[in-house]
């Protein structure tokens, strides 16, 4: 009779691990579905010295091709453009809201 208990209770506890490892992955892979992805990440260049902060958003322009030369201090830096639209024409300003300043800093200086 208590192995017929014991016997019992492991299949209980096997059931609910069960069940859990199948809620967490439900959960899991529900998750991946539902993640969305909220921004454009884009290089721009510093194009005015009159601004040098990396993290100051003005003076930074849009440029398809590389356009970094040695020498200085700032050249580009990444943006979150989020919902804004994602710049095709060179010479496009970096938009003034709705933006996040990613970072990744390229030294140089904008030829």
Request: hydrophobic share 35%; charged share 15%.
């Amino acid at each position: 009779m208590v192995f017929i208990k014991l016997k019992q209770n492991n299949m209980n506890n096997i059931k609910k691990t069960g069940l859990g490892l199948l809620v967490a992955a439900l959960a899991f892979g529900f998750s991946a579905f539902t993640t969305v992805r909220t921004g454009t990440i884009v290089t721009y260049y510093k194009t005015s010295t009159t601004y040098p902060n990396a993290n100051d958003p003005r003076g930074y322009v849009y440029y398809e091709e590389d356009r970094c030369e040695q020498g200085g201090g700032l050249c580009t830096a990444q943006w979150d453009i989020g919902s804004n639209a994602i710049p095709t024409i060179d010479g496009a300003t970096l938009p003034s809201i709705g933006i996040t300043y990613l970072g990744s800093v390229i030294p140089g200086h904008f030829e």
